[in-house]
């Protein structure tokens, strides 16, 4: 009695937390863009990036002239880079402005690397951080000197990093649709939130991501868990059919996107932290140290997920319920609270995902709507329902898609995983890991 | 606030061309989903079937634009093959999985640049409605009609071309679905099993009636490129197929009437929201308590978020929509 009442007041705080979170997202970076302050600054750096055997150095270049002006041409500032290939412009507001390097000052034998990158371009949606950065790179970029079984290898690596990120994510999508049945378009947006949030705490409260992240990953869990409170659990009760659900998911992804829009803008953002890398050989393949942590930490969590699965009292309670909820609500497992964890953990490994996902391109609003399409191929071809299926699925498709790219263009880079979706559904519906009987 | 304006672009949304294309690709896609209970989710596919089939026909063909209609019908064809050859046989969300997947596929190939020289990448294809456009009876420059409906002399004519459309295919699926052909596709929607004990062959009927509906969303694709005398890939978003699904679930499914009221619905309120708040934010950013709510930059974004909100309450407390009738809509009975 005790235990349960205690249950039911977490269970009370956690949704009081959930509408917290929700507050956070809608009012959070609205109120922090208004704010002006002190301190505004253009930072200019020129680099010479060279590449060796497919490992890119950059040094600074000193003695280059930086003018920063307005668009309307006034002028804010001009100088010489110092031996750091730096410069830094106070400018006294978050606006628009034009960072033009003058290339007869480069020295002897340095050229841009494209003419048109002399002149950057800082506008105002871009000016979040009190220091704005504005990167120039000379040298020549040579790409396609690697043979080709060093690009395939380092393809590979990249598959396999992508993969680790997919397979995490869609981990929860598939146990998700193992527990209720509900097929969540929406998957994709939980993957954004932790992408935003990690943004939101980051960048716009100047939190270092090594303590705003488990803060973004226990926030992306109770907005998982708040999904399935006031939405697919009210609607499971409400006796509401799974393609209604379905629907219903689609139309709470559009809400979701829309509503990421209206707060965060258009445009890709970077994340304050462990933006600036320098790439690292590792074997034949080369890697910042920034890609290579993410890729330990994804699989040691992937590796601790199939662990709590397999081997805890809880992960046997999910895969029972994923095999049978009635029989298994019958010898006593709680099925409510199962789909509870589930929705907890499928929130939480999302918005994991979605701080890999900004750490390593940018963050936006559509970021995890890009991703679902993979995951979907994630979870077919590992198995619907079946969490070790999305594990196996997610890093096949993520090597399958990034291998693919050496032949197809990268911009129908995803069009690979389609073709995945295909060949499964006409040779083994069920995936490698499902089982039959879920397909027809 | 000029309530004029908003009750003219309001009254002139409900009978326009968008709402001339999103009918037709509402009966089409009721074809499928309404009365076969398939989840497609990449109509917007089977509408840039048709928009690329005239617009490639000039600029890459080289011929009339009239042989637009049979490309854009082999494409339709081609594409219900691909996508209804894997999943037709499968739970329904397999075709939702893929068709959406495949939507995306169809946008990214025609945008990009590899395949420009066929379709013309980003820019889309432009300039190839001539023909349709010398056929108008209408004066280009005169203006026609009566407040708060005047258009030009060319708006007119797609009006009328549109229109006439959506009514000869309104027709065509109205008796289609009262032939013994519309009560084995009704019956499959009820339950499969049945119908394959009675002999019937459920995969060749869903593949018969994706492809139909594909056939029927092709010419809402046309009437669009011509309408606008060019194909964009970004109107063919993934997310165009979930705005025809609410304006289909609104009207009320496996009704042909709902598709057409619906469509005409759904762009009824979504002008008037669009210019009622941009009327609102016209001058300064609406602020409530001091705090800024929403500025003009955030109005379509607000729209978006209102249509999904719209399909989330719709699916969960009248799932029937406004003419619907609650039994037709069985899409769980198994």
């Given at each position: ?5 205690a ?22 970076s ?8 002190e301190?505004l600054?253009?930072?200019?750096s020129v680099q010479?990036q060279?590449?060796?055997a ?6 600074p270049?000193a ?11 006034a002028?804010i500032?001009?100088?010489?880079t ?28 340095f050229?841009?690397?494209d003419s ?5 371009i800082?506008s ?6 009190s ?13 396609s ?6 690009r395939m290898i ?9 993969g680790l ?19 969540n378009?929406?998957h ?7 992408g935003l949030?990690?943004?939101l ?6 939190i270092?991501?090594l ?58 953002k970077?994340l304050?932290?462990y933006?600036?890398q ?16 993410t ?5 040691l969590?992937?590796?601790a ?14 895969r029972?319920?994923?095999?049978n909820?009635?029989?298994a609500?019958s010898?006593?497992i ?14 939480a ?13 940018q ?28 594990l196996v699925g997610?890093?096949?498709v ?5 291998m693919?790219s050496?032949?197809v263009?990268?911009?129908l ?8 979706l295909?060949?499964?559904l ?5 995936g490698?890991l ?7 | 606030?000029?309530?004029i ?8 949304a ?5 709402a001339?294309?999103?009918?037709l690709?509402a ?17 917007a ?11 490639m ?9 009239w ?50 020289q ?17 056929l108008s009876p209408?004066?280009p ?23 006439v ?6 027709t065509l699926?109205?008796m289609?679905?009262r032939?013994p052909?519309g009560?084995?596709i ?8 049945a119908?394959?004990s ?20 092709m010419?809402?694709g ?20 979930f ?7 609104l ?7 709902g598709?057409?009221v ?24 609406l602020?409530?308590?001091?705090v ?10 607000i729209?978006?978020m ?10 969960t ?13 069985a899409?769980?009975?198994?």
């Open positions: 009695m005790v235990v349960a009442s249950g039911k007041r977490t269970y009370r705080l956690v949704r009081a937390f959930a509408v917290v979170a929700g507050f956070l997202v809608l009012f959070g609205g109120a922090n863009a208004a704010s002006a302050e301190g600054s253009i930072i200019a010479n060279t590449v060796d497919g490992v890119s150095q950059k040094q270049v003695g280059v002239t930086i003018t920063v002006t307005t668009p309307a041409g002028m500032g001009t100088g010489v110092d031996e750091a290939g730096l410069i830094s412009f106070p400018v006294p507001s978050r606006d628009n402005y034009i960072v033009t390097l003058d290339t007869a000052t480069l020295p002897n034998g050229t841009m690397i048109a990158k002399a002149v950057s800082v105002k949606e871009d000016f979040t951080t220091v704005k950065r504005a990167t120039f790179f000379t040298g020549s970029s040579n790409t000197t690697q043979s080709l079984l060093n380092q393809r590979g690596a990249d598959g396999l990093r992508l990120v997919i397979a995490m994510c869609a981990v929860g999508l598939s146990l998700i649709f193992g527990t209720t049945g509900l097929t378009f929406a994709g947006e939980m993957v954004t939130f932790g949030m990690a943004f705490l980051n960048v716009t409260m100047g270092p991501l303590i705003s992240a488990p803060i973004v990953v226990a926030l992306g869990g109770l907005f998982g868990l708040a999904l399935n409170v006031f939405i697919f659990g009210k609607l499971r009760r409400r006796g509401v059919g799974l393609i209604s659900q379905l629907v219903v998911s689609v139309g709470l992804s559009i809400v979701l996107r829309n509503m990421y829009l209206y707060q965060f803008g258009g445009r890709t970077p304050n932290d933006s600036q320098t790439v690292m050989r590792l074997g034949p393949t080369s890697i910042t140290p920034r890609d290579l942590t890729a330990i930490l994804s699989l969590v992937l590796v997920v199939a662990l709590f699965i397999q081997k805890s009292r809880t992960g046997k309670a999910i029972a319920v994923s095999d909820p009635t029989l609500s010898t006593g709680d099925t409510q609270r199962i789909i509870r964890i589930v929705w907890f953990a499928g929130g490994l999302a918005a994991l995902g979605g701080i890999f996902r900004g750490l390593d391109e963050v936006g609003f559509e970021m995890g709507s890009r991703l679902v399409f993979l995951m979907f191929a994630a979870i077919t071809l590992g198995g619907l329902g079946s969490a070790f299926g999305a997610g890093v096949l993520g090597i399958f898609v990034e693919a050496l032949v263009p990268s911009e880079k995803n069009a690979p995983a389609l073709l995945i295909i060949i499964v006409v040779a083994r519906p069920q490698i499902g089982r039959k009987q879920r397909v027809g | 606030m000029d309530w304006n908003i009750i003219q672009n309001t009254c002139k409900l009978t326009g061309v968008d001339a294309y999103f009918a690709a009966i089409g896609l009721n074809v499928q989903f309404g009365y076969t209970g398939l989840l497609n989710f990449g109509q596919a089977f509408m840039a079937c048709g928009a690329y089939g005239v617009g026909t000039s600029k890459y063909f080289g011929i009339g634009m042989w637009g209609l049979p490309i854009g019908m082999a494409f339709v064809i081609v594409l219900a093959l691909l996508v209804g050859i894997p999943t037709l046989r499968l739970r329904a969300d397999y075709l939702a999985i893929v068709t959406i997947a495949l939507a995306e596929m169809v946008r990214l190939i025609v945008r990009s640049v590899r395949f420009k066929y379709f013309g990448g980003s820019d889309g294809i432009n300039g190839f409605s001539l023909q349709f456009r010398e209408f004066d420059g005169a203006q026609y009609g009566f407040w708060p409906l005047q258009y030009s002399g060319y708006t007119v004519w797609t009006l009328l071309v549109g229109w459309l959506v009514a000869i295919f309104a699926v109205y289609l679905m032939s052909w009560r084995v009704k019956a499959i929607r009820e339950d499969e099993d119908v394959r009675l002999g019937k062959s459920v995969y060749s009927y869903k593949m018969q009636s994706l492809m139909i509906g594909g056939l029927i969303g010419f809402s046309v009437v669009f490129a011509l309408d606008r005398g060019s194909v964009q890939p970004d109107n063919y978003s993934r997310d165009v197929t705005y025809i699904l609410t304006a289909l679930v009207g009320g499914v496996a009704k042909v009437s598709s057409i619906g469509s005409m619905l759904f762009w009824g309120i979504f002008v008037f929201s669009d210019n009622f708040l941009r009327e609102l934010t016209k001058d300064e950013p602020k409530i308590f001091g800024t709510v929403m500025q003009k930059i955030q109005v379509g974004a729209n978006y209102l249509i999904g909100v719209g399909l989330m309450l719709l699916m407390f009248r799932p029937q929509g406004i003419f619907g009738n609650r039994k037709e809509m899409l769980d009975a198994r």
